[in-house]
């Protein structure tokens, strides 16, 4: 079965910019969906944004208009770009691939998890 990394994740302060990472250790089907989630201690696992090989994407509304969800033409990659953090973005984030079409940032619809960066925001 594939396995997922994240990296990028690290220690700022609001208003900052982060590139999470998440490379897969082989190809991954191109009609797969693939997503990041997040998880704040005490809290439940969030959807945070979905990709597709079409281009649809979809995104929890707290993060629109400040994150962006992107893929390599290889789709062996996936990337969140963040911006403007805040503190409530604090968390520990997750890749995710399902092997179906994107159609729910609900995490149970998702098999495969990669272990996890953290991402702390500082006021």
């Known amino acids: 079965q594939v396995q997922l990394a994240e990296s990028g994740g690290g220690s700022v302060q609001t208003g900052a910019s982060l590139r999470l990472s998440c490379a897969a250790s082989?190809?991954?089907?191109?009609?797969?969906?693939k997503g990041w989630f997040r998880q704040a201690p005490g809290k439940e696992r969030e959807g945070v944004a979905y990709?597709?090989?079409?281009?649809?994407?979809s995104y929890v509304d707290s993060v629109k208009g400040r994150f962006t969800i992107s893929k390599d033409n290889a789709e062996n990659t996936l990337y969140l770009q963040m911006n403007s953090l805040k503190p409530e973005d604090t968390a520990m984030y997750y890749c995710?691939?399902?092997?179906?079409?994107?159609?729910?940032?609900?995490?149970?619809?998702?098999?495969?998890w990669g272990q996890g960066t953290q991402v702390t925001v500082s006021s």
């Open positions: 990709i597709h090989s079409d281009g649809k994407t």
């Open positions: 995710a691939v399902s092997q179906g079409y994107c159609y729910t940032l609900d995490y149970g619809y998702f098999q495969i």
């Open positions: 082989r190809y991954i089907r191109s009609n797969y969906c």
